[in-house]
């Protein structure tokens, strides 16, 4: 099974500031990535697609990128309501894997 | 509006067995296939198990496999776990999540239910 890694496992963060979250493929997995966001108690959300696509009805200022086995999850500008847990789930192949997550938290 | 509803979940003691439901409406279920995803107690998520949207094609998660078997009535809507054997480890939140092809040749999981808790305990 191809193993996922997230750096860093949790940051600390004001609103405004840029973060960015890794997430690295033990394997080349093109660009078959999606990133999600779960906040507590609540059900995973799909954020990005294809590594780099932005589902509908998210907002713009998150973005991804990267293709074979480093990927990356940006957010330009962090939000009150962007304080959560972001994982990255390879969908390359079954079966399929999430990275164990980042939390992102209030400096 | 686009919904997915787990059932099924509670207490349990190890060895015993538990039927999970997904309950989905609003979209057209037998077009889409469909997966499980849990989620241990402060703990990340973990994919279970996936069946196509025919049935003709099930994969399951290597802790799972033996014990676990998923299917789905497309005529009820509805999608299922069977869990059997059940160890103090499969204690957990379990989702069940549809796969869309979100682009071509990319899937994703677009819609989560709320989730369902299991807990298995002597």
């Known amino acids: 099974a191809i193993q996922m890694t997230q750096s860093p496992s949790s940051l600390s963060a004001s609103v405004g500031d840029r973060v960015t979250i890794t997430c690295r493929a033990s394997q080349g997995i093109r660009n078959d990535l999606g990133w999600y966001q779960q906040k507590p108690g609540k059900a995973p959300k799909l954020l990005i697609y294809?590594?780099?696509s932005l589902q509908s009805g998210v907002p713009s200022r998150f973005s991804g990128s990267g293709s074979g086995t480093d990927f990356t999850l940006t957010i330009s500008s962090l939000q009150p309501e962007d304080f959560a847990t972001y994982y990255c789930l390879q969908d390359y192949n079954y079966p399929f894997t999430f990275g164990p997550g980042t939390k992102v938290d209030i400096k | 509006e686009v919904q997915l509803v787990e059932s099924g979940g509670g207490l349990v003691q190890p060895g015993g067995s538990l039927r999970l439901s997904c309950a989905a409406s609003g979209f057209t279920f037998s077009s889409y296939s469909m997966n499980w995803v849990r989620q241990a107690p402060g703990k990340g998520l973990e994919w279970v198990s996936y069946i196509s949207s025919s049935s003709s094609t099930i994969y399951y998660a290597d802790s799972v496999k033996g014990r676990f078997t998923i299917s789905r009535d497309n005529a009820k809507n509805s999608l299922y776990l069977q869990m059997n054997s059940l160890r103090d480890e499969d204690t957990a939140v379990y989702y069940c999540a549809r796969e869309a092809r979100v682009a071509a040749q990319h899937d994703a999981f677009d819609i989560w239910g709320q989730g369902t808790m299991v807990t298995v305990s002597s």
């Open positions: 294809a590594a780099s």
